[in-house]
């Protein structure tokens, strides 16, 4: 089957570019289910390897790619639950289901589960085998192709805001990086579960998409110099949540000054750098600081179900498709900042 292979060293993308090439087709165990690739995702960490260096958890060769939606072609002897020909997207993280974490029902933080595309080889491929446990399938109402971003970037802010955040009906929501893939996810979903939502981020024009998923406020950090307080005008002394899609120290910040007493801040954007919180606000305002790692794959029974019934629209966030064979030219694009959210068709 066709591959794009990334071959490493870490930091060596765009010099040595994801390769494509003929691997074998992945064998699949009892409990396992081939999946035939429909699209996969273009995703920001998959830049942390390629370009800034980061050490991906197994060593290159590594078929990258943890954003899936495809059709099931074989299972294996002991699945039950999922048959040939099935339209399905697939959570990339593999919990183990056993460790101490894990039974305590946080399975996105599994002490020793798989990664698709980072622990073992991901979904830039024809064909993707992987454990039946997490194979969603998906109704016909969901496009096969743009289900592929249900796996991250609107799974990854629903755990940020149901499950870390636990945003609640009257609740006043920042957020920042409003613009981008995972962050007008953040503010669709924190609307579809009743907060008022304020949009921040750079650009103007990037913004209005931002309203259009549901902001009722946007604030351009370009325009207005100090957002945390105009939103704490706007707020009458700061939002209840402030969620930061970045991962930079200046957002991170920003959200820690935005939020009222009591307040919460979640971060669920990904980044290398440490950040600062400011002490007297932290102690004084009893902030809770909270990071948001990926999500649970029982999260993506009800994310499929929100986008079936229109409650989380996945229309418009896909905003190029590549062949496969171009998908370091999609990469290229992603790093410029100059795609939406971005998959890879094989
Ligand atoms: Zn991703
Ligand atoms: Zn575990």
Not at 77 to 98: A, F, H
Request: neutral net charge; aromatic residues 6%; contains cysteine.
């Amino acid at each position: 089957m066709k591959a794009a292979v990334f071959y490493g060293p870490p930091g060596s993308w765009p010099q040595k570019p994801l390769k494509i090439e003929d691997v074998p087709v992945p064998k699949i165990g009892p409990k396992d289910v081939l999946v035939r690739i429909a699209a996969c995702g273009l995703c920001h960490t998959d830049l942390l390897y390629m370009k800034m260096g980061m050490r991906p958890p197994k060593e290159p060769p590594l078929i990258l790619g943890h954003e899936p939606s495809g059709v099931v072609e074989e299972v294996g002897e002991e699945v039950t639950n999922l048959k040939k020909g099935q339209k399905v997207i697939v959570s990339y993280t593999i919990p183990c289901g056993e460790c101490d974490v894990c039974r305590a029902g946080r399975e996105n933080i599994c002490i020793s589960g798989d990664v698709i595309g980072a622990t073992r080889d991901g979904a830039f491929a024809e064909y993707l085998a992987v454990p039946a446990k997490v194979v969603i399938p998906i109704p016909d109402s969901i496009p096969l192709q743009d289900a592929a971003i249900i796996t991250d970037a609107v799974a990854t802010p629903y755990h940020a805001v149901v499950n870390v955040a636990q945003v609640k009906p009257g609740d006043t929501v920042a957020v920042f990086g409003a613009s981008g893939g995972l962050g007008l996810n953040v503010v669709q979903i924190a609307k579809a579960f009743g907060a008022n939502v304020i949009g921040v981020a750079r650009r103007k024009w990037k913004l209005e998409k931002a309203k259009e998923f549901g902001a009722s406020e946007i604030i351009s950090t370009m325009e207005i110099e100090k957002p945390e307080l105009e939103i704490r005008k706007m707020t009458n002394g700061g939002v209840n949540i402030a969620i930061d899609a970045t991962g930079s120290p200046q957002a991170v910040e920003m959200a820690c000054r935005s939020v009222r007493n009591g307040g919460k801040v979640v971060v669920v954007g990904y980044g290398m750098q440490n950040f600062a919180v400011p002490f007297m606000r932290f102690l004084w305002y009893e902030l809770k600081v909270m990071g948001s790692c990926r999500y649970k794959p029982s999260d993506l029974f009800r994310v499929v179900e929100m986008v079936h019934k229109g409650m989380i629209k996945i229309e418009g966030l896909v905003s190029h498709r590549f062949p496969l064979e171009e998908i370091n030219k999609g990469y290229e694009m992603l790093d410029k900042g100059e795609v939406l959210r971005a998959i890879a068709i094989p």
